[in-house]
């Protein structure tokens, strides 16, 4: 790597600079332009973009501050992940899906888990529609209004809405991160939609397959599937939900 | 369907790398261009560095926006290997506030080369990707649910 740079790690971790862990702050920046742009992916349109990069900042100086070049971890990859961290806690805490929304899709949750148990299986729309005391368009309204396509969206159904850890992310084979505070990456993130993926319906399967591991759009499953993009959109928020409620279980 | 995939994947590697250059030496290019200004204007502001840096570093919205499509947020596996990314990775910016006039404008005309270079080379990989995502999603349509099983 380059001697400028450890030249200046060595003078912050020796004695704490602030000259030194300004010019770190300014040379690692663009990591936060990086990661600002893929985490604001499939937000919905009232969280202000613009603020991702201030909410990232502060990620940034805490990777600084907290960097142990000893440890032989890659500085951009131990920042980055403190960056996506900040961002999405500061989100989360801003209620990025509007109170209102969220206990509905807390209402979807349950009744997903409590089916799963009670059937041994990933419950259809009909029924699920059944358990919540709706009828089938209502229902299909409220998993049109959680947008979950983002990585905040996926993060928050990993990581579980408290610190605990969930029990399926201790089960992942190499959690031998450096960090004990490291979040789940994303390379993980797709192993656990992997392992729980065969538990859901064939069409549910297809859709959550063909979105993280194909790369297509919402509106380039509709046309392999023949359905609409919202049908789409609603069965991957059902997916996203029954994935949350597995892993929380 | 296979070699039309293999394509794929390797457009998408590439592409991962390509954008995270991108996105580095924008941010470099902008944060040069401002010292730049701010040695110009004079520096009034009152901001502390974290608040300053966030203007700069975010993007106007775009023109048109993209349909959502699952990203991954860690940086690309080939890190900055090449010989040519020195220019989005060595201690440049970390220098910013030792160079000269002339040498700030040497480097934000090196800078903006480069990043004019990478974004055409992005474009064009974008444009290949996105014909290959089409001709796949036409394979698994006409292929049926048996063409996505064979994925998933
Ligand atoms: N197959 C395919 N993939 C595409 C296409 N356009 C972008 N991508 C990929 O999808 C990611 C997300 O794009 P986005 O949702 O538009 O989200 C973008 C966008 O909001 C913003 N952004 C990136 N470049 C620009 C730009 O030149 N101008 C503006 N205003 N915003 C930009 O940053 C976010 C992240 O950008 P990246 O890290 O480059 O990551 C991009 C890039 O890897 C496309 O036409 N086809
Ligand atoms: N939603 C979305 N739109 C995208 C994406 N990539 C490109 N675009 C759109 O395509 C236009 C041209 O992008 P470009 O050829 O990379 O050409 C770009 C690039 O070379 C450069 N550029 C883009 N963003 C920045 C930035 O933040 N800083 C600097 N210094 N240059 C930038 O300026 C040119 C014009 O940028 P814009 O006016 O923003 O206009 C952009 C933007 O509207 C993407 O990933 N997602």
């Given at each position: 790597d380059d001697p400028e740079l450890a030249a200046l790690w060595q003078r912050f971790s020796a004695d704490g600079d602030p000259q030194a862990r300004e010019r770190l702050i300014l040379q690692y920046a663009p990591l936060v332009k990086y990661v600002a742009g893929r985490v604001s992916v499939g937000l919905p349109s009232h969280v202000e973009v613009a603020d991702l990069t201030s909410y990232g900042m502060f990620g940034l100086i805490d990777a600084v501050e907290r960097y142990d070049p000893a440890r032989g971890v890659r500085f951009e990859s131990y920042a980055i992940q403190r960056i996506r961290g900040a961002i999405i806690d500061e989100l989360r805490s801003l209620d990025w899906i509007p109170r209102s929304v969220r206990s509905k899709a807390r209402q979807v949750e349950e009744a997903l888990q409590d089916l799963e148990h009670r059937l041994g299986r990933s419950p259809g729309e009909e029924e699920l529609a059944g358990e919540l005391g709706m009828d089938l368009d209502e229902m299909r309204r409220t998993l049109s209004q959680?947008?979950?396509?983002s990585v905040v969206a996926l993060d928050e159904a990993v990581g579980g809405d408290d610190e605990a850890r969930s029990p399926l992310v201790e089960r992942l084979p190499d959690r031998s991160s450096p960090d004990p505070e490291a979040r789940v990456d994303d390379a993980e993130m797709r192993r656990l939609l992997a392992t729980t993926v065969d538990e859901l319906g064939e069409r549910e399967r297809s859709v959550v397959v063909l979105y993280y591991f194909e790369g297509l759009t919402l509106a380039q499953i509709g046309e392999v599937l023949g359905v609409t993009e919202s049908r789409v959109s609603q069965i991957h928020s059902k997916s996203v939900l029954a994935l949350r409620g597995k892993i929380a279980g | 369907a296979a070699e039309v995939r293999a394509a794929r994947d390797e457009c998408r590697a590439e592409e991962a790398q390509l954008s995270y250059l991108r996105r580095l030496l924008q941010a470099r290019l902008d944060l040069v261009r401002a010292e730049q200004r701010r040695r110009r204007e004079g520096d009034g502001s009152t901001e502390a560095l974290s608040e300053r840096l966030a203007t700069l570093l975010a993007d106007a919205p775009p023109a048109s926006r993209r349909e959502a499509r699952a990203v991954s947020v860690d940086p690309p596996a080939t890190h900055m290997r090449r010989a040519e990314d020195r220019l989005a990775s060595d201690a440049t910016l970390a220098r910013v506030p030792d160079l000269d006039e002339d040498a700030l404008a040497r480097l934000a005309s090196e800078l903006a080369d480069r990043e004019q270079e990478i974004s055409r080379r992005r474009r064009a990989l974008l444009d290949r990707l996105d014909r290959l995502q089409e001709e796949l999603v036409a394979r698994y349509r006409d292929g049926g649910t048996a063409a996505v099983d064979a994925i998933v």
């Open positions: 959680v947008a979950l396509t | -």
